[in-house]
């Protein structure tokens, strides 16, 4: 098959060239961009001078982007900051804000020429952001040297909250990891480090008040808070503010292992294993839990120094309130008609509380109620309508809804999702309150080895949608600039590329899975709950661990094929026959993975995932020879990919998808008879 399709490429395809200049990869994309002819050589005589305004802080974030500079170039830079000359100049007028405050101004320009750069910004802050976008102009030339495109750049991020969540309270995430998704984040310009710090599944954060709390954590992870200062103060290098959040009322059941005196009902309390929205949640009406946490959310307030204070408040199902005489005696007695009404009237005994202590509260959409106060920040995760409302109300508000990461989704589904639509009917006034947005990575299924691998580089696609531009919407275009920018996350010491490692699996059975794995995403949404059990215990180490979240192999391959199916499948058209590769890449992974051993039904599910796309993958070969030679797939062969497809489309107990379905579908829709 493999010699019948080369030979009918091979003897119709066209030599394609391009003189067109390589495009430009900057991510997020600039406020303001005025390209010029020529390029500025980056070579071992590059150095950098301060002008204006100098101290720690700017050296140190210059120290950074040139140690990725040289690890790009492969040059040794130095000395590294000069007192006069220096191909990039940087003008920094002030130090700014020592820890990063919502608002901060992070405008820069930058002038690239032949004869040098020069880097403004108001504060080192905006300098930082600047040296990231000078990373990105740096580019291989043909001759093998490299150069920075000739440009100037005048920006300023869209929303001044850009963030992503990182979930420790489910599976731990070490120190380690943070410090290099910092990193990370500050590459793509994000400023909000949203540290999700208790659960059901464990309490991961010191309280030297209370060290019964985190003492059940103790055994599978807690970040000390000697640890959160270094991360603070990391981010805070970086101009990254930090915000905390512990879960309350309900996702409470930590809370209640060392503490069951503030449940709602009595029982015996121990750490969740599972997932889900539980029961357990505290008892608003009890002295004791304002007195504990009233307790606890002081020694954070001081232990973290932002503004914000994120109490969640979310997925209270209300059971274990309904089931408690005391709680509804309360409610009568003081004329709440709904656990709705409870649950506002707790939320401003924290307001009350927290407010002394210079915070603001941040809480997921269930906290919005007319009674809570205006100094609040609303976090949506039920969608931009629901976003809108609360700036209707009068609250500030931040997206998440359609950043998921663990979902997920493709990179496209996200880069759709604004907090401010095209179409929003918002006044000025109430747009104003629209924040910005966050991208949750949850981590129930995601322990520290893939946790980088979920986030990136999906999250820098909504970076790039809470800073640039709302006119910034070409999709083609951000795939293109997004493999790139994957490329050079790298760099930057995230581990997205580290995994999967097929622990287990001989260097050739890790090669053939690695392929099937490519040809698979995990499934999307909450489906893999459905199927496989999860849980603490769980090991993560099967097929959909080790599918990306989006298959850039599936998903360039399905454009492949779409697109050869438009041109009429004319065999000429270039790039054919790297279809016809993939196909036939495909087709022997999974030949040789079905071929494994397996013990369980997961395992199962691999084994029977690969037979699956052996034999889509062999039909859509005949599929493109009945095309190439202007004929159709018999009767047998139309119904059997028909079958296929109805069976793929079911997921097996591996809990994954495949991605390019659509396009076999249309693929075997223009072949049948």
Known sequence: MKRLLTALFLSGCLAMTSNAAPAANLMPWPAHVEWRDGTLAIDATFRVRIAGHDDARLRAGIGRALDRLEKRVGINVGPRVVASGGALVVTCDSAGSALPKLGDDESYTLDVRASGAELRAPNVVGVLRGLETFLQLVEKRADGSFAAASVKIDDAPRFPWRGL????????QPPEVIFRNLDAMAAVKMNVLHLHLTDDQGFRIESKRHPELHAVSADSGVLTQEQIRAIIAAAAERGIRVVPEFDVPGHATAWLASHPEIASVPRNYTVAKNWGVLNPVMDPTKLETDALLGSFFAEMAALFPDEFFHIGGDENNGKDWNASERIAAFKKGHGFATNEALHAWFNQKLAAMMTPLGKRLVGWDEVLHPDFPRSAVVHSWRGPESLAQAAQQGFAGILSAGYYLDLHYPAADAYAADPLPADSKLTPEQAARVLGGEAPMWSEWADARIYDFRIWPRAAAVAERLWSPREVRDVADMYRRLARVDEWLVETGV????????????????AALRVLASAVEPVKRYRRGQIQKG???????ELADWAHSESRLAREFAAKLDDWLARSADARVPGAES???????????????????????IAQGRLDTARLLAELTESAQLAIVALVHQKHLTPEDAARAKGLLERAAKPTKAAVEFPFLPALRRLFAAAAP
């Open 495 to 510: 581990q997205h590329h580290a995994w999967p490692r097929f622990e287990g699996f001989s260097p050739e059975e890790a």
């Open 165 to 172: 969540m990182i979930d420790v309270a489910r599976h731990f």
């Open 579 to 601: 279809i016809t590769d993939q196909l036939e890449a495909w087709h022997g992974a999974a030949r040789r993975a079905a071929a494994m051993p397996a013990s369980g039904e």
């Open 535 to 541: 849980g603490l215990d769980y090991p993560l180490n």
